[in-house]
C-alpha cells in the first residue's frame, strides 16, 4: 500500500471546502485520516468525504501533530497558526491572511514554490485566472502595464452571498423592497463597485491583494496593474476584462497559438466569447476570448476571462498546491 | 406667445422615445406641433406628450417640409434621410447609423457643434458618461490613455432587453430552463463579454464606437481608448470601470475638486461608491466614485461611474442638443 497522509481541512463544510474535499477525493490525493475543523463553534457539523461523513472538530482542541498537512479556509488567530507551524505540518492558505513571508503564493502551472517552503498561500481567484494568461503570454511577449476589471460573483462571500443574491432578486420579481444584509446595498440586477472593504487610499482590500498576489506569481512586483473588482449579480464564476500594455505590437496568430496551447486554458474560437455560467462553471480550465489589439496602439492586447472562483480558483488549486507539497517537501 | 417649433420623433414609441418625449415636456422645450413617427408599422400606436395622446404616423408618408426638428431614434433608409434633408430640417440623431460627416457627435456640456451643422449626433450613453467626466478633467490633466470596462444595462437593447432579463430570471429561479431570445445566451446571473456584434477585427461594433465618438467629442482622435462593454444583468444604468494614464502624477485634491464643480457630475464622497440602480436611475447628472490613483504608478487615475443610460446618456443629452441648435441654428 503506497503512503498516506493525515490531513486537517479548516473550514471544510464552506462551499470552498466541500468542493475541496470533492476535488481531494477525485484526484485520488493520498489521504489517510481526514479531519474537518472549525475555527467557530463545529457543533454538529459533518462534512461529506467520498463516502464518508466526518464530524467538524474545534481548531482549539485539535493536536496538529496527527497531521502532515493543513489547509486553511478560515482566518485563525496567531497562536493557532503558531501551534500548526511548531507541530511541522504544511500547510495551504486560501484566506488571504498570512504574509508573502510566511508563505509564497504558487499559481498551479505558473509559479513553483522556493525548495524548502512548507507553507503556501493560494492566491483570490481572480488571480488564479489571471495568472494562468499571464504566466502563458510571458513566453510571447513583455507586459508593460496591465489593467483589469474584476466581476466578481457573489461565491466569492460563500454561502451568504448566494442566498442574498436570491433572496433579493425575489423580492425584486415579487415588487416587494430590497433588504441588504450581507452586501452594503441592492446587489440584484446592479454592479456594486466594492467587493470589499476600502482602505484609506482609496483602494479596496481585495483591488491591493490582486495586484500584490499578482506581481508576486509573476515575479514582477514593479508591474503596474490597475484593478476594479466589481460585484456582479452572477452565483459562480469570475469574469475579467483584461488590456494589457506590451513592448512591442502584438502578434496575434502568435498570441492565439500560444493561448491555445497552454495547458490550463481553453482558447475560444475567435467570433465566440466565453461566459462564467455557459462555459467556466465546473471546469478546470481557464477560459480565454475575445483576444484583440488596441483600436489605436497596436502594443495593446485586450482579453475577456472566465474563470470558475470556487472550483478552479481556490479548491482545484489548492490541491494542486498540496500537490506540489507533496513531491518536494511532505 | 413665444415662437414655437414642429417637431418629429422617429421612434417615439420605444423606451428611449418614451422617456424624450418627457424630457422635451419637463424642459419646457418650445414643441408646437409633435409628430410621433415610426419607420416600421404605425399600426395604432399612441404616443403620449404631456396631457396628449398622439397617434403613431408612417415616415414614409409624412411630409417633413412641415416640421422644423426631427429627433432619430430608429435608423432610417438612405433615402428617407435625404428627404429631410432636402426638407432642410435640423435632425439629432440617436442611432450611430450616421457619419462623423453627416452630423458631428456632441455630448452637452462637454463640445459644441459647429457653427453651420443643423444635424447632430448624440453619441452612445457610455460616452455621454465619459465624456462628461473626461472632458472636466482635461482642464487639469493630459491623457495619455483610457481604458473603460463599460457594462451596459439591458435596457440598451430597448423594452425587448428588459423582459428578456425579466423572463430569463423567473425562469431560473424557478428551476425552469433559460432559452436565450434577444441576447445569444443566459444573461440573468451572467455576464456577455459582446454586447453588439463582433466586426472581423475582434472588436464589437459599439467597442469601436464608443473609442471613436469619445475621440470625437474630446477632439482626441489619436487618443489610444482600450474599451471592453459587457451587456450586465441590470435593467437600468451603464457602470463604468475606468482607468486612465496621464502625462504626470495626478493631484487627487485638485482632481476631486474639478470633479465637485463640474455641473453635469455628482462626486460622491470618499469612502462610498455610486451605484447604477440605487443613485444613477432617473438622474440628469452622472455620478463619479472610488476616485484613486495607480498603486504603482502615480500616473494613474482610476474611477468608477454610474449614469442613466435611457434619461441621461439618451433622452436629456438628444433635448439638450436639439436647445443647442435651437440657440445657434434653427
Known sequence: MSKTFDIAVIGATGLIGETLLMVLDEREFPVGNLFPLSAGEAGSQVAAFGERNLRVRDVETFDFATVALVFLLEPLAPIQLARIE?????????????????????????????????????????????????????????????????????SSRGRDGIEELARQTAQLLNARPVEPQLFDRQIAFNLLARASAEMPDGHARDERRLAAELGEVLAAPQLPVAVTCVQAPVFFGDSLAVSLLCDEPVDLPVIRHCLDDAAELELVEQGDYPTAVGDALGQDLVYVGRVRPGLQDPRELNLWIASDNVRKGSALNAVQLAELLLKHTL
Open 86 to 154: 511548531s507541530a511541522g505540518c504544511a500547510l495551504v492558505d486560501l484566506t488571504g491572511s498570512l504574509s508573502a513571508q510566511q508563505a509564497p503564493c504558487v499559481v498551479a502551472g505558473v509559479n513553483s514554490p522556493a525548495a524548502a517552503g512548507r507553507w503556501l498561500r493560494s492566491p483570490l481567484p481572480a488571480v488564479v485566472a489571471l495568472a494562468s494568461v499571464l504566466g502563458a503570454l510571458r513566453q510571447v511577449l513583455g507586459l508593460q502595464r496591465v489593467t483589469v476589471t474584476a466581476c466578481l460573483a457573489v
